[in-house]
């Protein structure tokens, strides 16, 4: 079989049900460049990757894909590709500089032009609070490890709902808490840069605490469409053996369990718990924490991206971990072909994800809000990108996902990570993400394959209902 055959028969396999929604996912820090407009303040981001050492070649999200400047553009294509959503994020430090107090209304009035664009081209905004970008000030201030933190973001998403409610339907909290917690706080691998276990800790307690805050204050609001995005990372184990079982759950705890378990059943896994007591990190709960974090939920945002093995075993010093007391514990590097973040392909373990997910929180819908795949992508003499990678990546995660909507899990959309090539954090723009090339010198955009596929994909969806 031609690969053109493989593809064909893999796009004219899918179904999914009437209604479900197509987008694709961006950051704000990602994004927007714009760094110092307007009256934006800064960002843990804008320090971490002006810190030297910490992202790759020292890039940063200064100017980015200019994302602030050219959005019409950005959204035009969006409707080229037939999108019926985007997912994007607010930046906290465009609306409040300080964190806190004064608000900065030139940036809440880019968050309007950007959705009227949005709703004036037909596609739905999906908004996320925070994706990551910290205002420094808070940090400054002990950031989440602190409190207080959770409160202050509660009062941002009241500025927010309050500005843009009247125009934007589908609200989250927090994209993967997991990441700002455990790479922020204990591998340090993203901003803020810290690497204590004890910080780790309250961290995830006080990103939780802050979703369940801000959960309040949008119901208040009238927000009838609200959600959290979680990471998963399906943990094997590397062998039978009691330690590398033991290893297994352990990380699976910190990466699946201690997010998910808290925002939809309104407890901590008591394994979890022991775990960082046993690391001197215990959680800092205080009484009716947990009934706030178990905010009903209208949706739960999955990314997934891939999976891992892991086994008991000592870490080389250069990998420092992101698991509380995970000093012990060894992700296997993955067999077989990787992307250029050198990570492994698994659809299969996808279906399984969302069957097991649906089991740990009947009766939510799931909504997967990234998945994608980063290859170096190169623009032709003829001015195309053939990403033949992300187009199998795409068709078969999408593959993947209708079966496991046939075995039963109640998955309502997909985004598609990214719209662009973008700032990828740590990895700065060295590794591409976009169904849409950008030229980091012009800024010029080319859909690539993947993002002509897609729209293929959305086509068919729209022309069977
Ligand atoms: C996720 C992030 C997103 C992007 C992808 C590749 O963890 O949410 O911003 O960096 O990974």
Known sequence: MTTTDAREDLLAGLTFPPGFVFGAATAAYQIEGAVTEDGRGPSIWDTYSHTPGRTF?????????????????????????????????????????????????????????LVDELLGAGVDPWLTLYHWDLPQALQDRGGWADR???????????????????????????????????????????????????????????LLLGHGLAAGRLRAAGVDSFGITLNFTPMNPASDSAADLDAARRLDGQQNRMFLEPAVNGEYPADVVADLE??????????????????????????????????????????????????????????????????????EAFTDLLLWIGSRAPGVPLVITENGSAWDDVVDAEGAVHDPERVDFLLRHLAAMTTAIEKGAD??????????????????????????????????????????????????????Q
């Open 57 to 113: 070649q020292g890039h940063t999200g200064d100017v980015a894909v200019d994302h602030y400047h050219r959005y019409p553009a950005d959204v035009a294509l969006m409707e080229e590709l037939g999108l019926s959503a985007y997912r994007f994020s607010v930046s906290w430090p465009r609306v409040l500089p300080e964190g806190s107090g004064r608000v900065e209304q030139r940036g809440l009035d880019f968050y309007r032009r």
């Open 148 to 206: 207080d933190t959770a409160e202050r973001f509660a009062d941002y998403a009241a500025v927010v709902v309050d500005a843009l409610g009247d125009r934007v339907r589908h609200w989250s909290t927090l994209n993967e808490p997991m990441c700002s917690a455990l790479l922020g706080h204990m591998s340090g691998l993203h901003a803020p840069g810290l690497q204590d276990p004890v910080a780790a800790s309250a961290a995830t307690h006080h």
């Open 278 to 347: 046993a690391a001197g990190a215990p959680l800092p709960i205080r009484d009716g924490d947990l009934e706030v974090i178990a905010a009903p939920l209208d949706w739960l945002g999955v990314n997934y991206y891939f999976e891992s093995t892991v086994q008991a075993g000592p870490r080389p010093a250069e990998k420092p971990t992101s698991f509380i007391g995970g000093e012990d514990v060894l992700e296997l590097d993955p067999v077989g072909v990787t992307t250029t973040m050198g990570w492994g392909i698994s659809p």
């Open 411 to 464: 998955v309502r959309g997909y985004f598609a990570w990214s719209l662009l090539d973008n700032f990828e954090w740590a990895r700065g723009y060295a590794q591409r993400f976009g169904l849409v090339h950008v030229d980091y010198e012009t800024q010029r955009r080319t859909v690539k394959d993947s993002g002509r596929v897609y729209a293929e994909v959305l086509r068919r969806h729209r022309e069977a």
